[in-house]
């Protein structure tokens, strides 16, 4: 084995300065708040150091978080009662967002259910193919093709009436 | 265009710099106090050692990958279409399994009041199972024929708090519903009802009389109540799903239930509700989305295997999966559920037909709630009951027994059996995360069933049995290469078994006629099993004149633990109650009639609780309570029968 698979104080460094921004902004989209944007990626990175896996791709790395991200995700939403419907509100009411302009189109997708709020998120922003976003889930590809499919005609419909488009 | 927008807008979404700049010192420290002056030389080991596994698996392991390349539709008209191709099949099903219970490892019953007191006696720890009988170390919720009651308890004394019917029954002019609970769970601070829901038709019919026909199909219903003040309990959710109640588990607070949904009548494209399962949670309806309907290739029957998660806490549904087929029993640990489905297959040779029941395998992650399908296999052979199977280390490993008939198909249409007819044998199975089988053993004990089977870990015990009854002991360290390190040979055979502190396994079961091999009275064993190669019969103890006792076949009517020091069951109408000894072998503590003397043929279940040192044994006339020193009689409470009035 190389260098480069040994766990040091640089790994995580670098974990920070590359998935950082990921592993928040997949929080922030499942949860719909910045506290709990900030309390997953804080969670994730403390199992990231405690369990120092090893990695043989980048891919692979990248995908070890977006998982970790959804299973504390997963583990907040129930430990907090949480609903979907309030995550609306969220939206409103976090002053992060508030200083955001233009958030229609993150609004648009903050009325959709988890699933397709995560799949549209890994679809259009990681850039992922069916193939890794359905490993990445546990999820067969025709259900994260089902689930893309309801999510753009779920968009397209809240972004008519909002005559946003 | 939405996808740059979205991607404009996400951009700016980005965490705190001065959180992120905290969380690397934090992280820092973290690593440093987690760190050992060897970390880098085990790291290194540790990747050599997982490249190593990874050649070794990949030599013996063919990938298989479950359905995710079929072109399918999955949508509720491609559900639909299935459906429509193997409506012929009809609605058969295979007999069910017997129940035998294995408890769960002995890790002791959960002691979070001041006083130890038992638990149902549960497969998997951390995995509850519903049972007629329940307590939370204070207060008793018990099911009777007629009632289901919630007793407190101080010291022996009984005081029936609440008292509900167990069955109730209602009419309109449309329609007759009969509602009947199942099974209970208490939780934390919430009492889980099951009920089972049917519908059915009086048909007044001249000189029959009244006959009662079931129509349609049932559905399966879990009340979640708030216990909190026990004689003041409130209802905070209800979940319905369509389907006969088949199996439940709890963990944590997440409520799992399944149940059985067969199809009848006409199915209408136009109309998912005639062909899909539906659930009712707190009174809204919701039709099972077409991508949460897991269809497996070999789908036999019509009908689903309805699975969902409940939150017990907050009374919200969490996900459902419904599998295409009918389900049997089930295999769960806290991470995964794993759901077999007997199918009927034959094959041909020629002329020559061997028909026997084989056993799907789907497996589902359960991600505290969030049901996702993982994977399928098939095996040959059935399974007896969940004690069958077990996961460890990642491994699913499944005991099956096969019985295949072999007929040839004349030139005139008329069968005649081939050869010896009949053949059965045992297998192992040993399947990895992706239900690949990378180990088994073949054609065990032929001629003979599994009669039980229990895992421990590394090692596995079947019992198969005709005249005499070997107790096999198998190696399954190496998932690829599962060998049978030891056989012991006695009369007899039990029904089930159970891992009794770290060198010995009890088994209880039936003695048996060595000419005839009919079987006798009731047995227990007491198996060393400090050497795996050479398993012995350390005790052995026959109790005349009883033939029958319901932990034959339930693993929940066996109250057993190592810590207490306790192995305690009914039998005929009697609770045996006793203990091991190393010298000794087993000594009865006591011999509990509950009937003085009488004898009642519809005595019904049976089950015994221990409360600090207080023994409660319930059965349908009465509950007893003892005190665990000299096991002299404390209290006494009727269990009543239904009130004629109504």
Redesign the interface.
């Known amino acids: 084995m190389n260098e480069t698979n040994l766990f040091d104080y640089n790994s995580i460094d670098d974990a920070v300065k590359e998935y950082s921004g990921t592993v928040y902004r997949l929080a922030y989209i499942y949860t719909g708040n910045v506290a709990d944007a900030e309390d997953i990626m804080q969670e994730v990175f403390v199992r990231f150091v405690k369990r120092k896996p090893l990695f043989d791709s980048n891919v692979h790395q990248k995908a070890w978080f977006l998982r970790a991200t959804i299973n504390c995700c997963k583990t907040l939403l129930m430990s907090k009662w949480k609903k979907s419907t309030m995550l609306v509100d969220s939206f409103d009411e976090e002053g992060q967002v508030e200083q955001v302009a233009d958030n229609y189109i993150l609004d648009a997708v903050a009325k959709l259910n988890e699933n397709q709020r995560l799949v549209v998120h890994m679809f259009y922003y990681e850039d992922m193919s069916i193939k890794s976003i359905a490993k990445t889930l546990g999820m067969l590809e025709s259900t994260v093709k089902s689930h893309l499919n309801r999510a753009k005609q779920n968009l397209k419909n809240i972004l008519e009436e909002d005559d946003n488009v | 265009m939405?996808?740059k927008?979205?991607?404009e807008?996400?951009k700016?979404?980005?965490?705190?710099e001065s959180?992120?700049r905290a969380?690397?010192v934090?992280?820092?420290d973290?690593?440093a106090q987690?760190s050992k002056p060897s970390?880098?030389f085990t790291?290194?080991k540790?990747?050599?050692l997982?490249c190593f596994c990874l050649a070794f698996v990949l030599v013996f392991t063919m990938i298989k990958v479950a359905?995710?390349d079929?072109p399918?539709d999955?949508?509720y008209a491609g559900i639909y279409q299935l459906l429509r191709e193997k409506t012929n099949l009809g609605n058969y099903y295979f007999p069910g399994t017997a129940e035998i219970d294995l408890s769960s490892s002995d890790s002791g019953t959960t002691a979070q009041k001041l006083e130890d007191y038992s638990d149902t006696n549960l497969q998997v720890a951390g995995v509850q199972e519903a049972d007629i009988i329940k307590t939370d170390g204070k207060y008793i919720y018990a099911l009777s024929n007629y009632y289901l009651y919630i007793i407190e308890t101080d010291n022996g004394q009984m005081t029936v708090l609440s008292k509900f019917d167990r069955a109730t029954n209602s009419e309109t002019e449309e329609d007759a519903m009969s509602v009947y609970t199942q099974d209970i769970f208490v939780v934390n601070n919430r009492l889980i009802v099951l009920k089972s829901s049917y519908h059915y038709t009086k048909n007044i019919d001249g000189e029959i009389g009244i006959c009662l026909y079931w129509w349609g199909n049932g559905s399966t219903v879990a009340e979640i109540y708030d216990i909190t003040d026990k004689a003041d309990i409130g209802l905070v959710g209800v979940f319905e799903q369509d389907g006969y109640y088949s199996n439940s588990r709890m963990i944590g607070n997440v409520l799992y239930l399944v149940s059985n949904y067969n199809i009848y009548g006409q199915i209408d494209q136009n109309n998912p509700e005639t062909f899909v399962p539906k659930i009712i949670c707190n009174g809204e309806t919701q039709l099972v989305e077409?991508?949460d309907i897991c269809v497996n290739e070999n789908l036999d029957s019509a009908s689903y295997v309805v699975i969902s998660a409940y939150?017990t806490?907050?009374g919200?549904f969490l996900s459902n999966k419904s599998l295409l087929g009918y389900g049997g029993e089930i295999y769960m640990n806290t991470d995964n559920l794993y759901v077999i489905s007997s199918i009927h297959e034959i094959e041909k040779e020629g002329n020559v037909y061997t028909s026997c029941n084989n056993s799907l395998i789907t497996k589902f992650?359960l991600?505290?709630?969030?049901i996702?399908?993982?994977a399928s296999a098939k095996v040959e052979g059935t399974v007896l009951n969940q004690f069958s199977m077990d996961e460890y280390n990642g491994y699913f490993r499944i005991v099956t027994t096969i019985n295949s008939w072999t007929y040839t198909v004349n030139d005139d249409g008329s069968s005649t059996s081939t050869g010896s007819g009949s053949e059965t044998y045992n297998n192992l199975y040993i399947l990895n995360e992706n239900l690949t089988v990378v180990g088994q053993l073949q054609n065990l004990a032929q001629g003979e069933r599994v009669y039980s089977a229990r895992f421990d870990g590394n090692t596995g015990y079947i019992v198969t049995f005709r005249q005499v009854d070997p107790l096999f002991s198998i190696d399954l360290s190496n998932p690829a290469n599962p060998i049978i390190m030891g056989e012991l040979k006695i009369p007899g055979f039990s029904n089930y078994l159970h891992n009794y502190g770290d060198n010995l396994l009890f088994g209880l079961g039936r003695d048996a006629d060595e000419q005839t091999g009919g079987a006798g009275y009731i047995k227990l064993s007491m198996f060393n099993t400090s050497d795996k190669t050479n398993v012995t019969e350390e005790h052995s103890l026959i109790i005349d004149g009883m033939y029958y006792s319901e932990a034959s076949y339930n693993h929940k009517a066996i109250l057993i633990n190592y810590e207490r020091n306790i192995i305690a069951f009914p039998a005929d109408n009697v609770y045996l109650v006793y203990s091991y000894d190393a010298e000794q072998g087993f000594v009865q503590l006591a011999a509990l009639d509950l009937t003085n003397g009488g004898y009642d043929w519809y005595w019904g279940s049976m089950r015994g609780l221990y409360i600090g040192n207080v023994l409660y044994v319930f059965s349908n006339n009465v509950m007893i309570s003892y005190d665990m020193q000299n096991f002299k009689e404390i209290y006494s409470m009727q269990i009543e029968e239904a009130d004629p009035s109504k």
């Open positions: 939405f996808d927008k979205y991607k807008q996400m700016k979404i980005s965490p705190d959180k992120v969380m690397k934090e992280l820092n973290i690593y987690n970390a880098k790291f290194k540790a990747s050599a997982a359905n995710s079929k399918f999955h949508t077409p991508e939150d806490v907050n919200e992650s991600n505290n709630g969030y996702e399908e993982k």
